[in-house]
C-alpha cells in the first residue's frame, strides 16, 4: 500500500474492528485486515462488522484490506489484535513485511502456554529489542467502544514517546487513554483477570452471593499484583485500569466471554460447550493454565487462580474448590501467600 501514515490492525474481530473505529473516528488513517477473505468482503459491503460487532458503523474513511502484504508494508504503526496463541504465528508472518523503522503495538492479552512468556517478551524474542513497541489494555468491551460510549484504556510502552502518539491518535471526544511504562504490569493484569473472570462467573452461577463476588475479585487483585511484582511489575499499576479497572469489569458484566464461561460451567455445561455458545475465544481458559504454569515457576502462591486451573483441567467441583479456599489457614490479610 506504499509507505503509511496512520495505522494497520491485524485482526477483525470484536475488539480488532472495535479498535479500527475508534481510531479511525479519532481522525487517525486506519486499515483493518483479517485471516478471512469472505469474512472482509462483508465488512466491505455491509460497511460494519454484523457477525462480531453488530450496529457499530465504519467511519467512511476506515479502510478494509484482505491482503497482508498490503496492509503491512510501508506501514508506520502496526497494532495487533489476535488472541495470544495466534501471537507469535503472526509476528512471525509480518516480519519480513515491516519497514524498518516501524513500530509495533497489540491488545493481546495473555501468557504464551508453552513458553509462560508475556507477549512483549515473545515480540523481542521474534523481532528482536530495536523495534518500538506497546500494548493497549484496560477495562473496555468492544460492543461499548463501537458504540462511541465513553471509555478509558492504558497505553504502556518503554519508548514515552511512542506511548504518548498512540494514545494520541486513539483519544477522541468519548475516549481518553492514559500512558504508562509498566509493560509487565499491564500484560500481567490482562493476562490473570481473564482467568478470574471465570471464576466469578462460577460463583454467581451457583448462587454464592455478592459477598463471594467481592472477595474473589478483591483477593484476586491481591494476586494479581503478587505475581506481577515477582516478574517485575510496579505494584501501583495494578490499582489502575489495566489492574483493578479491567479486573472489575470482566467479573461483573455479562458482556465478558471469560464471565460467561464461569456462568455456563455453573449451569453443568462443559468447557467445548460453553465455547459453542459463547461463538468466540474465551482466553481465560487458556489464562488459567498460562497462570498455573507461570506462577508455579515464579514460586508465587496464587490459591484463587490454583482452584479455577483445578476446576477448568482437573474436574475440580466448583463446590469443593471454594470450601478449599474456606478451609486455608487463617493469615494477616497482606501476608505473603494469604
Known sequence: MGEQRGIVIL????????????????GTPTVLWGREEDHLDRLIDDRENQHYLPGAHFPDSLVIEADLERAVTGAAMVLIVVPSHAFRVTLKQIEPLLRKDARLAW???????????????????????????????GPTFAKEVGAGLPTAMTVASADDAF???????????????????????????????????????ICDGLGFGANTRVALITRG???????????????????????MGDLVLTCTDNLSRNRR?????????????????????????????????????????MPICEQIYRILYQGEDPHAAVSALMQRDLKSEFAPGS
Open 11 to 26: 485482526g477483525a474481530g470484536s475488539w480488532g474492528t472495535a479498535l479500527a473505529i475508534q481510531f479511525a473516528r479519532s
Open 107 to 137: 491488545a493481546t492479552k495473555g501468557f504464551e502456554v508453552e513458553t509462560g512468556l508475556l507477549p512483549h517478551q515473545v515480540a523481542s524474542e521474534v523481532l528482536g529489542k530495536d523495534i518500538a513497541t506497546a500494548v493497549l489494555s
Open 163 to 201: 506511548a504518548a502518539e498512540l494514545a494520541e491518535s486513539i483519544s477522541g471526544e468519548n475516549f481518553r487513554a492514559y500512558t504508562s511504562g509498566d509493560m509487565v504490569g499491564v500484560e500481567v493484569g490482562g493476562a490473570v483477570k481473564n482467568a478470574l473472570a471465570i471464576g466469578a462467573g
Open 221 to 243: 487483585l491481591v494476586e494479581m499484583t503478587r505475581l506481577g511484582v515477582a516478574l517485575g511489575a510496579q505494584p501501583a499499576t495494578f490499582m489502575g485500569l489495566a489492574g
Open 261 to 301: 464461561m464461569g456462568l455456563a460451567l455453573a449451569a453443568g455445561k462443559t468447557v467445548a460447550e460453553a465455547e459453542v455458545e459463547i461463538g468466540q475465544v474465551v482466553e481465560g481458559v487458556k489464562a488459567a493454565d498460562a497462570v498455573h504454569r507461570v506462577a508455579a515457576k515464579a514460586g508465587v502462591e
